[in-house]
């Protein structure tokens, strides 16, 4: 299943539209999920990186080679850009109220939103979810949200053992 993030001016939320073959699922990011959302993913991607956890004082440094790694690969080593796009219509607004993201054994992760009666769940390879943190990143900045959210990789890896939950 594809999907795509769009930023709605008029309604300050940011839209993830995920079209199936027989429906179309669109749920609204408010700022403060969108904030949770990206600590979250940040968690997750340090709680499973296996180079991360075995030299945590050098964490945040594999963190982010990895994540470098991950934006120029995709891009063909041209940088990503964000790309202004709409929603193909006006669908119904669903906040998205819980958003659980869980690190697979075979190196994946899996992101479940509820909004209301909807459930959306996404399975991603770990460098599908640094662009995913890049563009949802790139979208509150483009909102000038100003979120302050301190340095994705900062904190060591080893922490706590849970998986990330965000409930508005």
Same mark, same amino acid.
Not at 24 to 38: F, I, K, S, Y
């Given at each position: 299943?594809?999907?795509?993030?769009?930023?709605?001016?008029? !309604?300050? #939320?940011?839209?993830?539209?995920?079209?199936? @073959?027989?429906?179309?699922?669109?749920?609204? /990011?408010?700022?403060?999920?969108?904030a949770?959302?990206?600590?979250?993913? &940040?968690?997750?991607?340090?709680?499973?990186n296996?180079?991360?956890?075995?030299? *945590?004082? =050098?964490?945040?440094?594999?963190? +982010?080679?990895?994540?470098?790694? &991950?934006?120029?690969?995709?891009?063909? +080593?041209?940088?990503? #850009?964000?790309? &202004?796009?709409?929603?193909? #219509?006006? /669908? *119904?607004?669903?906040?998205?109220?819980?958003? !659980?993201?869980?690190?697979?054994?075979?190196?994946? +992760?899996?992101?479940?939103?509820?909004? +209301?009666?909807?459930?959306?769940?996404?399975?991603?390879?770990? @460098?599908?979810l640094?662009?995913?943190?890049?563009?949802?990143?790139? /979208?509150?900045? =483009?909102?000038? $949200?100003?979120?302050?959210?301190?340095? *994705? $990789?900062?904190?060591?890896?080893?922490?706590?053992?849970?998986?990330?939950?965000?409930?508005?």
């Amino acid at each position: 299943m594809g999907f795509s993030f769009h930023y709605s001016e008029s !309604e300050d #939320r940011i839209a993830l539209h995920a079209p199936t @073959e027989d429906d179309e699922t669109v749920v609204w /990011l408010t700022r403060r999920m969108t904030a949770g959302l990206l600590v979250a993913l &940040a968690t997750l991607l340090a709680r499973s990186n296996p180079n991360a956890l075995r030299a *945590p004082e =050098h964490a945040a440094e594999i963190l +982010g080679f990895e994540h470098q790694n &991950a934006l120029v690969v995709a891009s063909g +080593g041209q940088g990503l #850009r964000l790309q &202004a796009s709409s929603l193909p #219509r006006k /669908l *119904p607004a669903r906040l998205v109220e819980h958003i !659980e993201l869980t690190a697979l054994t075979n190196g994946r +992760g899996r992101i479940a939103l509820r909004a +209301g009666d909807s459930r959306l769940s996404l399975e991603l390879p770990r @460098e599908n979810l640094h662009l995913l943190y890049d563009q949802v990143i790139g /979208l509150a900045k =483009h909102a000038h $949200w100003n979120l302050e959210l301190g340095e *994705p $990789w900062a904190a060591s890896p080893a922490t706590a053992d849970s998986e990330p939950r965000i409930t508005h």
